[in-house]
């Protein structure tokens, strides 16, 4: 399985995402491409070690190009703070959004990584 890392350092996403406010994971590049389909499990990063808190299914990506279209369909989904450093911004080229599905809490724990692909998510060979 893998574990995608969420930065929760400024606003607390995996709270978000385990309330269902936020329905979908943002980037600036396509970093969760490979994983659409995947089951995951989502670790908070951003307060010492990465922490598993629950597991969702990386359902389809959508590329949005302009800032209408995201103040009118994605952003109240992203469940980002207006403003912040992962809102909309003046030089954003696109954002990539990853639909989070079938969201399950578990028993946070913190994995054993395997390999890791960048900072975005590693491999976790561990039960769950």
């Given at each position: 399985m893998k574990v995608v890392f969420i930065n929760c350092k400024e606003q607390p996403f995996l709270d978000r995402i385990l309330s269902e406010s936020k329905l979908y994971e943002t980037r600036t590049r396509n970093t969760l491409g490979k994983l659409i389909g995947d089951r995951v499990l989502l670790a908070e990063t951003g307060h010492?070690?990465?922490?598993?808190?629950?597991?969702?299914?990386?359902?389809?990506?959508?590329?949005v190009y302009f800032r209408d279209e995201w103040d009118k369909y994605y952003s109240k989904y992203a469940d980002v703070d207006s403003g912040s450093r992962y809102d909309w911004h003046d030089d954003t080229k696109v954002k990539y959004l990853y639909q989070l599905t079938d969201i399950q809490p578990v028993e946070p724990f913190c994995p054993q990584l395997g390999r890791y692909h960048g900072r975005v998510w590693a491999e976790y060979e561990g039960e769950v």
């Open positions: 010492g070690k990465p922490l598993v808190r629950c597991a969702a299914t990386i359902d389809r990506i959508i590329a």
